[in-house]
């Protein structure tokens, strides 16, 4: 759900004004809102910038593989943030270096070693040395009698030789002259060897300043974004009166009202409250219950919902779950995840943990529609060979039961995210405006029952018309009858878009059989292999079953996390009518005393 906000606006003389943002500092709970007709000014981009520049340097060094040694303060952090970025444009430079000089010697290979040196003493005698290269059939071996000539290499179908003549002779062959070029490979080489020593130089320096100074580099980070704060609350007020009275205006969650009403009623401080309205645009903070919040990382990689609509978190949350399961479709798989990641969490950070239970819940989902499929390890437990299940194989169902199976959740899922916009639009806007969803409900229920269920007879024609007249009628209750009949006309050729959204439900099917597949040839190989070899056989055997069944673990992971992200963010979040667009909700707070409570804990 969405915490509901109380907009706030302050009037304060200016004398007190700072004292005033102080406590409103210390008490953490005030979001600012932004005046975005105000530019963000100089001293503010200088901020920005030296916040992007600290931020840069904590993940190069975080990137580092370097131990932990005693951590130092004695430099400035934005001044040793500096010294690290050129520390990284040099390598930079270097590396591009160190690739043009391996690429100048790769195409120096093929004529082997030489002195520039020597070669500009015979030019000094009267003989030059020029090279060629030519293909393997037009060269002629005559050459070699009519002139100086030397095959150094062959890169077929290339041909690489030197010819000697004197100073204003022509040979007159038919090859391509390659110039030489302007170093020896010696030099080259040793040209190299001085970058890759620098290269070195400059791991070790960017590994020391990891293993000591990223606690001072993150503590310097939060003193910018700090200070960032304060400048964009400064930026944010209004001055009145003559620059004798400033304004700022902010949202704060209800539900930490408390603290800054006890502040304010004992402040010189003018203030108003009121429940804010869609236009101004209040920031969103989420609130949901232990199951829905492990799915609130995936909602964000979306968008926030706005302020006034519904968090669809809670609503695809157990959805998302199930889709996995059904996309990995392996028990055995599923177990693997779920004891992965039960081992992982004793070890994980306080931060990780909840993502880390969030893997244990789709191992778990996994591993229930693995069985559901009777799918173990790539092993099909609806063969014969597995009669000995005896009626556990009854609850299991084959390919063609799972692809409707993946039909039927679609008609679900699809269903559902309307019934969600209904209740959306009756709590936003009143009853009214949800009767064209409800008229799609009834019309695509209608439809189910008129082409396969066939429950109600005759009856689903009549609430199939009634549908069309709700989506007819009340497409826009603002309108006029006759914008209202256009718009509801056209808003009914949508319904192909359903029939579109429904078959997207079918990659379900899809992945699930596609990880089942690739087990069972997994399996096949390996088997393959064991009867290969009596000996080293069986050990190879569980060698490749280990790799075969992890690379196909970890392909169908992702794809089982990426497709019904992709069901949820476009099939669903339209059919339930999402906005997006909200801004999160980010107080005006400390952020040096919110990381030491971090770290405490």
Known sequence: MIVPMRKYAFLAHYDDYEGFLEQLHRLGVLHVQERREKGEGEELNELLWKEKEVASAIRLLEGRKAEAAESAYDVDGQELAGRIMALQDKREDTEQLLNAQNRQLGELAPWGDFSLDTLKKLEEAGWKVRLFTTTTRKFDPSWKGQHYLWPISSVPPLMYFALAHRVGEEPGIDAEEVSWPAQSPAVLRAARDRSLARLEEIGEELDGYAARYLPLLREALLKIQEKVDWKRVFANTDEVADGRVMVLEGFVPTSREQGLRAYLD???????????????????????????????????????????????????????????????????????????????????????KPIITLAQLLGLSTILMGAFTGTVFGLNLLEAQYAWLGNVRSFMIDSNQAFNFALILGVVQILFGLCVQAGNRVRQYGWVYAIPIMGWILLLLSILDLALLKLTGQVSTYTAWAGVAMIVLFSDPKANIFSRLGKGLWDLYGITG????????????????????????????????????????????????????????????????????????????????????????????????????????
């Open 266 to 352: 004992g402040a010189d401080v003018v203030y108003f409250s009121e429940q804010p309205v869609p236009e101004d645009h209040p920031p969103v903070l989420l609130k949901n219950g232990r199951f829905s919040r492990l799915f609130e990382p995936i909602s964000k990689l979306f968008a926030l919902p706005a302020y006034q609509e519904l968090d669809l978190t809670p609503f695809f949350a157990p959805f998302f779950m199930l889709f996995f399961g059904f996309c990995l479709g392996d028990a055995g798989y599923g177990l693997a995840v779920l004891l992965g990641a039960t081992l992982y969490k004793r070890k994980a950070s306080a931060e990780l």
């Open 498 to 601: 359903f029939f579109g959204d429904l078959l997207s439900y079918i990659r379900l099917f899809a992945l699930g059989i596609s990880s089942a597949i690739l087990g069972f040839v997994v399996n096949d190989i390996a088997l393959q292999i064991k009867g290969a070899a009596p000996v080293i056989g069986p050990i190879l055997f569980v060698i490749f079953l280990i790799i075969g069944h992890g690379a196909n673990l970890l392909i169908s992971a992702l794809g089982s996390f990426v497709h019904p992200m992709r069901l949820t963010f476009v099939e669903f979040y339209k059919n339930a009518g999402f906005l997006g667009g909200g801004k999160a909700y980010t107080p005006f707070a400390s952020r040096l005393n919110k990381e030491n409570h971090k770290n405490e804990k």
